[in-house]
């Protein structure tokens, strides 16, 4: 981990933060979000993404600045399932290609190698070139 960055669990006061950015990232990010009118993706995916952030088996944690634990600089929503079931990862740009996803994988338990993930972004492609066991299954949303 980078010195002065830390991770913690999810708060409520975090919900907000992550259904926005998860749903703006996801829109310009990936192949299939960008084909969506904009109107039926943002109505739908933030249902969606509310009803996955209220399964007792979501999880997710924080990466922050050590004396700033409201300063959100990245998230991982997963789920602790039979398989574990990655949604979702965000980290801000300036700090992508540092680990720091790896370490919040890290700090999960999760080992994308035998793992699912439910949301295709253009960052996972290298993740699945890495972990050729880790499953894209978008169905594990509803499940």
């Given amino acids: 981990m980078l010195s002065g960055l830390n991770i913690r669990d999810f708060r409520p006061s975090d919900f907000n933060f992550i259904v926005a950015t998860w749903l703006h990232f996801f829109k310009s990010h990936s192949y299939f979000a960008k084909r969506i009118k904009h109107s039926v993706f ?38 602790v399932r039979d398989v574990p079931v990655m949604h979702f990862m965000f980290i801000k740009e300036e700090l992508r290609g540092m680990g720091l996803g790896t370490n919040m994988l890290r700090y ?3 080992n994308p190698d035998g793992s699912e993930f439910s ?24 499940l």
């Fill in 42 to 79: 943002f109505k739908h995916h933030n249902r969606l993404i509310q009803s996955i952030l209220a399964k007792p088996s979501t999880r997710a944690i924080i990466l922050h600045e050590s004396s700033e634990p409201d300063v959100i600089l990245g998230f991982f929503v997963f789920e």
């Fill in 119 to 142: 949301h295709w972004t253009y960052a996972m492609n290298d993740l699945v070139n890495k972990y050729p066991n880790l499953i894209y299954n978008p169905y594990r949303t509803l």
């Fill in 108 to 110: 999960s338990n999760v």
